[in-house]
């Protein structure tokens, strides 16, 4: 028998003529190690076959999705020229007559902005016997030398034309300096076809690519087409052509910008037929890609189909150089070469796990026994620390865990397992400071090897208790530099603490009502004084104190004097924000501090004023003291704090002096420390007190300004509210409106309104002349969106005997910023019931032809702002003939409001506009003098009137 020693110290024995275990163990580890790199191997070999895979499938879609961002950056500029052609001959239709200066306004309103149009040309047909006579009216009007011509056939010249029936000549051209009016284009007959078929169709058709002549010659190398759409009259049949010369390489140039940047020859051919030439080409770059070294399918061209106003196009992409740098990274190939070195290093690691196992199973035994003999003496140890309520902890900072004892676990309601817990999910039962205290204090002890730290934590208990532990704790010292692991001990001091929080409670809190006092509130104050002058903000400080309580307290005893203190304090604290404060200074005084309610001071007075009258409110309110009732107001002086250097003393005097101002003006009153302030807020009140005395006392008047035709005739009228008050007079809305949309007045004097519109159609539908009469209601978009408006519609239509569509209610863009959805479907059951809608100041909002084609329009008004400067300014006179041509397009009436002069309805006439609103026909006025207007006046038919012009200037 020989033997022989391990380095653990273990003895072990071997026997000739037998197989050892160690021989049976080797025979074991080789399988291991055969079995391991069999695997690597294989995996390695099926994770380059699916990268392979996935490598292809990423190269297709990198070649589709550049193929998509060609076609879509051609289809984008081809949709944005297509519109402007649409909209151009839209135009054409709405206004059959039209002059050469106004055709070029139009187009250069629409087209100018799109580049790739060369020439844009007005082609009307023209009837073989209508010829002579169109050429002559030609020459009248401004080319004295039109003539209808054709190319003579040598590709240099033109000629007279001869022969066809019907032509279609060139009568405009913009720009004009292209000169090709007199052309006749049914010369060509691949163009006509294009033509009929978009007089077909009803759509924009495109004629096939074809270089470009100008100027009567040929630009070789300029590849063009032509894009014709009909222009129908009102019987629907063909009366011309508005046909554009598209510059091909300015339509593709976003297309070829987008090829180059993804490294793609771009070359466009013909559907058919397949084996005609490219008529566009676009190379990426002067390099030509090496074919030779590209696999088949990176070979592979790529194409799409390009729809072009009735044209189908192929679109061929050949990829460059460089195209695949960005896909081609090889990943499989460098896969099976790290899979290689990695099952080596795996064989390498099993022979060395293999050959330290046995130095493990030896030690394994000595640490078992090591082991007991720590777990006596640990017992030991949570024995001592149960009996003197401590406990220890123990943090690994590599592994971000922590371990708490039996006892703390206790303390925090944790199960007492030991068990290592990460170190973020102990947040939760802590407050945010007190763990953000800890966590710094374990990195320093970590990092820069200090003392022994010791903190106070405030705990979260299960049930909602708050506890506190006292921690204290170091690195521990044989770490190293930098030391992984930090431990300590902790005990319980909550009842330590809860004595200190009563002696703190009894120093800065009021025994009475449990609020602020004055020492608590003096350090609140210094603070919001210190932020609002560091960040240039507002607040204010509400000195409130009870009008008659030492009346009531000499009266009812000091014990129902207590009680009401205490109710006023719920109050108060119920009424204001989270973040406000409210203490008490003593006696029957309180305090309100209103902290970051402003960035200027007339900001944060207003938002003081509204609080202050709140508490007013809130205070008034009777108080129940035992089986009585008593009621009680206050007087409250503010002060405003901002951005200047103020003390807290010097601000509570400021409080206190207003607030004895609101003692002298009467109590139970508000008055501010800046007499400026105090006026403003006061002068709000009042107008927010005749505007409720208004509606109340029957002070509310509508006034109506008439709406006429283009004949001069009245119509009707919009409706316009004023205020008539005993010391002001008559008032206009612009004193009101907005404050009424504020306090939300706004609705009950709409309604109002429409009721006396109402009742005013009622009356008139009496009269047989005046039956045909409307009348126009202002509707805001506050009251357009509650909930009881269209009801309150619906049943004031209901019990009213008039027709629905004498009444027009007038909506701004306003009411369509919110929810469009929901405000068109709202106009819709309005239309329903037989109202008309009318869109007020159309133009000055976000105006679009979108919304105009969903919502249920009758009428848009043109906003005074572009009638007033109509016949000075160019801008303001198309802005006019725009919303006139769109209104009629669509069907819609179109009214001009604030026509004051003669020379903008006149205009406005010209233009196509037929209702008018303004001085020019009358000032809003009563209803007696606007029935008194349509008895005895007559109208001729430029709007003028004869007799009696005193309701009309």
Not at 441 to 457: H, I, N, S, V
Not at 517 to 544: C, Q, T
Not at 641 to 656: C, K, M, N, S, V
Request: include cysteine; charge should be negative.
């Amino acid at each position: 028998m020989a033997t022989r020693v391990d380095v653990s110290g273990m003895t072990q024995v071997s026997m000739a003529g037998h197989d050892a275990p160690g021989e049976r163990a080797s025979w074991s580890d080789r399988l291991r190690l055969f079995t391991v790199v069999l695997l690597g191997v294989g995996l390695t070999l099926l994770a380059a076959g699916s990268l392979r895979q996935a490598e292809q499938l990423r190269l297709k879609e990198y070649r589709r999705a550049a193929t998509d961002r060609v076609v879509q950056a051609f289809e984008q500029e081809l949709t944005r020229m297509l519109e402007a052609l649409r909209t151009a001959a839209l135009m054409l239709e709405v206004q059959p007559a039209f002059t050469r200066e106004q055709f070029n306004d139009a187009m250069r309103m629409l087209v100018e902005g799109q580049l790739s149009i060369n020439v844009v040309e007005w082609q009307p047909i023209v009837a073989a016997r209508d010829l002579y006579a169109f050429q002559a009216e030609a020459r009248r009007s401004g080319f004295p030398d039109f003539e209808v011509i054709e190319p003579d056939g040598s590709g240099k010249g033109w000629r007279p034309v001869a022969g066809r029936d019907p032509y279609v000549v060139v009568r405009y051209a913009w720009p004009e300096q292209y000169q090709t009016v007199g052309y006749d284009m049914s010369f060509s007959p691949e163009r006509m076809a294009s033509k009929l078929q978009s007089a077909a169709t009803g759509v924009p058709t495109a004629s096939s690519p074809f270089e470009f002549m100008k100027e009567g010659k040929v630009h070789s190398g300029s590849m063009a087409l032509a894009i014709s759409a009909t222009v129908f009259g009102p019987d629907r049949q063909a009366r011309g052509y508005l046909a554009a010369v598209v510059d091909l390489p300015t339509l593709f140039q976003r297309s070829t910008e987008q090829a180059r940047e993804a490294r793609l020859d771009l070359q466009v051919f013909p559907t058919a037929p397949v084996d005609a030439a490219a008529f566009f080409s676009a190379p990426a770059s002067a390099a030509t890609p090496v074919l030779a070294q590209l696999t088949a399918l990176e070979r592979q061209q790529l194409s799409a189909t390009l729809a072009v106003a009735g044209q189908q196009w192929r679109v061929q992409l050949q990829p460059a150089a460089g195209f695949y740098d960005d896909v081609q990274p090889q990943l499989s190939l460098w896969l099976l070469v790290a899979g290689g070195l990695m099952t080596l290093l795996m064989a390498r690691a099993v022979m060395l796990v293999q050959a330290s196992r046995r130095r493990i199973e030896g030690a394994e035994r000595a640490a078992t026994r090591a082991n007991e003999a720590l777990r006596v003496q640990s017992g030991r140890l949570l024995e001592a620390q149960r009996i003197a309520h401590l406990g220890s902890w123990q943090v690994d900072l590599q592994a971000s865990t922590i371990s708490w004892s039996p006892e703390v676990c206790a303390l925090l309601g944790l199960p007492p397992d030991g068990a290592a817990r990460p170190l973020n999910d102990q947040r939760a039962h802590f407050s945010a400071d007190s763990w953000d205290r800890f966590e710094a204090a374990l990195r320093a002890a970590a990092a820069e090897g200090t003392e022994a730290f010791e903190l106070e934590l405030a705990c979260a208990q299960p049930d909602g208790r708050r506890s506190w532990l006292l921690a204290r704790g170091a690195a521990r010292a044989e770490a190293g530099p930098v030391a992984p692991q930090v431990h300590g001990v902790a005990m319980d001091i909550s009842a330590r603490k809860q004595a200190e929080l009563e002696i703190e409670s009894l120093a800065f809190t009021d025994t009475l009502t449990a609020l602020p006092n004055r020492r608590l509130l003096i350090d609140r104050l210094a603070h919001a004084l210190a932020f609002s002058e560091r960040h240039e903000r507002f607040g204010a400080m509400l000195f409130v104190d009870l009008d008659g309580f030492k009346k009531i307290n000499d009266t009812f005893g000091h014990q129902r004097g207590d009680l009401l203190l205490r109710q006023v304090a719920q109050r108060l604290t119920a009424a204001m924000r989270k973040g406000d404060t409210v203490g008490r200074l003593g006696g029957d005084e309180f305090l309100v501090l209103l902290e970051d309610i402003g960035s200027s001071a007339p900001e944060a007075a207003a938002h003081a004023g509204i609080a202050a009258n709140k508490l007013l409110d809130i205070l008034r309110a009777p108080y129940a003291l035992g089986a009585d009732q008593h009621s009680c107001t206050a007087s409250i002086g503010v002060a405003v704090f901002g951005a200047e250097r103020q003390q807290p003393e010097e601000l509570l005097r400021r409080a206190d002096l207003a607030m004895y101002r609101a003692k002298a003006a009467g109590r139970n009153a508000v008055c501010f420390f800046d007499p400026s302030m105090q006026e403003a807020i006061l002068a709000r009140a009042q107008r927010e007190n005749e505007l409720r005395e208004a509606l109340r006392a029957d002070g509310l008047r509508l006034h109506y300004q008439p709406q006429v035709d283009a004949s001069g005739r009245i119509t009707g009228a919009e409706a316009l509210l004023r205020l008539q008050l005993p010391d002001r007079g008559l008032v206009g809305p612009q004193e009101f409106i907005a404050l009424a949309e504020e306090t939300g007045l706004i609705a009950p004097l709409g309604a109002w309104v429409l009721q006396t519109a109402v009742a005013q159609l009622a009356a008139w539908s009496l009269r047989p002349e005046r039956r045909e009469l409307g009348i126009s209601v202002n509707v805001s978009p506050r009251q357009f969106r509650s909930a009881e408006f269209l009801p309150g519609l619906e049943l004031l239509l209901a019990a009213s005997p008039i027709a629905p569509q004498r009444l027009t209610l007038e909506l701004t863009e306003g009411v369509l910023l919110d929810d469009l959805n929901d405000a068109a479907a709202k106009m819709r059951r309005i239309a329903a019931l037989g109202v008309r809608l009318s869109l007020d100041d159309f133009g000055t909002g976000f105006s679009s032809l979108a919304y105009l084609k969903r919502l249920p329009l009758a009428e848009v008004k043109i906003d005074r702002s572009f009638v007033e400067d109509l016949v000075a300014s160019p801008d303001d006179r198309a802005i006019a003939q725009m919303i006139i041509v769109l209104g009629g397009s669509l069907g819609l009436d179109v009214l001009a409001e604030g026509v004051e002069q003669a020379a903008q309805r006149d205009l406005l006439l010209s233009l196509g506009c037929q209702h008018f609103q303004g001085y020019l026909f009358g000032r809003p006025m009563e209803v007696d003098a606007l029935e008194s207007m349509l008895d005895g006046q007559e109208f001729d038919a430029l709007g003028f009137t004869r007799g009696d012009r005193s309701h009309t200037l």
